[in-house]
């Protein structure tokens, strides 16, 4: 636990909340400013401030309960859909430095719009470098894939 974390107080019972869920790894609440009705998000109990050092099991755990909440909260507000967000660092848009999942009930008229824009890459060659960058980190968790460092 961190002490000036919000998410962190909220796990700990010194804030409150509205429980949507909770476990002896994450806990889920309803958002304070919601993008839709049922807006929730999904914490792990443990501080990580990026999703790159989440264990496993705690990594296995969000992506568990995220689909199982994301139905429930479909039949709880008439929803057609959800969305799943998770924000990993500030250039992402990620506001709290505790990681934490978004899970948006939606509704064809909610008014919420997506970036839909694509690019391309400027080459085969290019394409071909990046994925041999990310493979090669891949392959050598140690130095930046699987769990760590970003």
């Known amino acids: 636990m ?9 796990v700990k019972g010194e804030l409150p909340c509205d429980k949507v ?3 002896d790894l994450v806990l889920a609440f309803l958002d304070i400013a919601p993008l839709t ?7 792990p109990r443990e501080h990580h401030t990026s ?3 989440l264990t496993p099991a705690l990594a296995a ?3 568990e309960m995220a689909p199982r909440i994301g139905a429930a909260l479909m039949r709880a507000v008439d929803a057609g859909g959800f969305n799943l967000i998770l924000s990993n ?3 992402a848009g990620q506001v709290v430095p505790h990681v934490h999942l978004h899970i948006v009930p939606r509704h064809a008229d909610d008014g919420i719009v997506l970036p839909h824009d694509t690019v391309r ?30």
Do not use: Q, W
């Open 121 to 150: 890459y400027g080459s085969e060659e290019h394409k071909n470098e990046i994925l041999e960058r990310v493979r090669a980190r891949l392959a050598a968790p140690e130095r930046g894939g699987g769990t760590g460092a970003a």
């Open 89 to 91: 660092g500030t250039v």
């Open 37 to 43: 009705r049922g807006h929730t998000l999904l914490v």
């Open 51 to 53: 999703a790159t050092t």
């Open 21 to 23: 869920y909770e476990d």
């Open 2 to 10: 961190v002490k000036g974390c919000v998410f962190c107080r909220l």
């Open 61 to 63: 755990r969000m992506m």
